[in-house]
């Protein structure tokens, strides 16, 4: 089950079925509203199970002749939900943007699905919630974004306690070589230029301003069960090594690959076993180098809010991630300033008490007031 099949994950994933028909069969596939593409992959794929989380575009695709007879069509987010139990699934892929596949996710993991997740911000905004169902469940989390994939494979096989820390990259995104100076004119269309990944808008915004990492680590302290301090980043410009994990004795392991998301996608699926990928691997005889360096958080606040949250706890990171996700779509439709986003971030923090929830239903009360303290800012930035 593929939700979020028509976005750049989406598409990845596609690729990796399409590569292995004796091993993976989609059965279901979700977007928002953009029904004619989703039409061309049920075709393509032989799917029957067909999701649209915007009420518009489930109408319009139900009248719109372009799926097979036979197919549940299905809409909202109770659509969504329903696709994430059906029963032919066994693996339920979440590649949503946003905080939208929280509930779908939650759903398959108390049908018993293994949750493929693609969506950092899902962890973000309930991690404490996510990984107490999946561990009550017995359910297996499989990170797809890079970098957790990354870490999932150097974990293999060593005790928790040998872990002294993980380092996830970051290749510094479309500025990292600008002056200071001229951030102030990056314009949308330059922020969606990503200099080594093909990814969704809101994420290759997200990769300059760093915010991409702060999600990341605090999306891995939920993963792997870290503390705050042991979750670190590094700035390597060429995204070949994903991440480096430090053991307790000083070494560390590292895991390299093209910067492709077909990667980590294949293994997340179909994980243990290792078949031929869809792309070339590294090619060791060409000459390439591999460059690390500190990250300077004066450049890239966002990171260094991300941290400050991990180390709070409580609803920070969810006040955090609403109100980075209104801040960058206000930035994409051209209403606020680039260097706003880290003030309204800021601001948004600044505006609300922190607490530990008891409940996934405070998270949520605490994610929409984030968002409407975020908002509200938008007209003073
Ligand atoms: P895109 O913007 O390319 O695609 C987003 C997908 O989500 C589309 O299929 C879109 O449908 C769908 N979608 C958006 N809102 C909803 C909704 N409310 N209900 C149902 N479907 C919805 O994003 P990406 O593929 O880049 O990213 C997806 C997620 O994966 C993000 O959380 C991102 O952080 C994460 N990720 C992405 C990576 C990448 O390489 N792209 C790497 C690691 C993680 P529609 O087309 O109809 O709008
Ligand atoms: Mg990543």
């Not at 892929?93 to 950092?120: D, Y």
């Not at 150097?154 to 970051?170: D, F, K, M, N, S």
């Not at 302290?221 to 670190?232: I, K, S, V």
Request: charge should be negative; aromatic fraction near 6%; include cysteine.
């Amino acid at each position: 089950m593929l939700l979020g099949a028509t976005g750049s994950i989406g598409e990845n994933t596609l690729r990796v079925i399409a590569a292995h028909p004796d091993k993976l069969e989609l059965v279901g596939v979700a977007a928002r509203s953009n029904w004619e593409k989703l039409a061309g992959i049920a075709r393509d794929f032989g799917v029957r199970h067909v999701g649209l989380y915007d009420e518009n575009a489930y109408l319009a695709a139900r009248n719109s002749g372009a799926f097979a007879s036979g197919t549940m069509l299905v809409g909202g987010l109770s659509g969504l939900i329903e696709l994430a139990q059906l029963p032919e699934a066994d693996i339920v892929l979440v590649a949503v943007v946003g905080t939208t596949g929280l509930e779908p996710a939650l759903a398959a993991i108390s049908a018993g699905k293994c949750l493929a997740l693609a969506s950092k911000e899902i962890l973000v905004l309930a991690g404490k919630f996510v990984m107490q169902a999946a561990r009550e469940r017995g359910v297996r989390l499989l990170p797809v974004d890079s970098e957790h994939n990354a870490v999932f494979q150097c974990l293999e096989g060593h005790p928790a306690a040998g872990i002294a820390r993980i380092v996830l990259t970051a290749s510094g995104g479309a500025f990292r070589d600008w002056p200071a100076e001229k951030l102030s004119s990056v314009t949308p269309a330059d922020a969606v230029k990503h200099p080594n990944w093909a990814m969704g808008p809101k994420i290759t915004v997200d990769s300059s301003t760093l915010a991409n990492k702060g999600l990341e680590l605090i999306e891995a302290q939920w993963l792997f069960g870290l503390r705050p301090e042991q979750c670190t980043a590094v700035l390597h410009p060429q995204s070949i090594v994903h991440c480096l994990v430090e053991f307790t004795d000083g070494a560390m392991l590292a895991q390299l690959c093209p910067p492709s998301m077909t990667f980590p996608i294949q293994h997340a699926l179909l994980h243990p076993s290792r078949p031929p990928g869809v792309e070339t691997p590294l090619d060791l005889t060409r000459l390439f180098s591999l460059e690390f360096r500190p990250v300077d958080e004066h450049r890239y606040p966002l990171l260094r809010l991300a941290k400050a949250t991990m180390e709070a706890g409580g609803v920070a990171p969810a006040i955090y991630n609403a109100a980075n996700e209104i801040a960058v779509a206000a930035f994409l439709e051209g209403q606020v300033p680039y260097l706003a986003i880290p003030h309204i971030v800021e601001h948004t923090l600044a505006s609300i008490r922190n607490f530990e929830p008891a409940e996934l239903a405070g998270v949520l009360a605490t994610d929409a007031r984030a968002r409407q303290v975020a908002r509200a800012f938008l007209s003073r930035c």
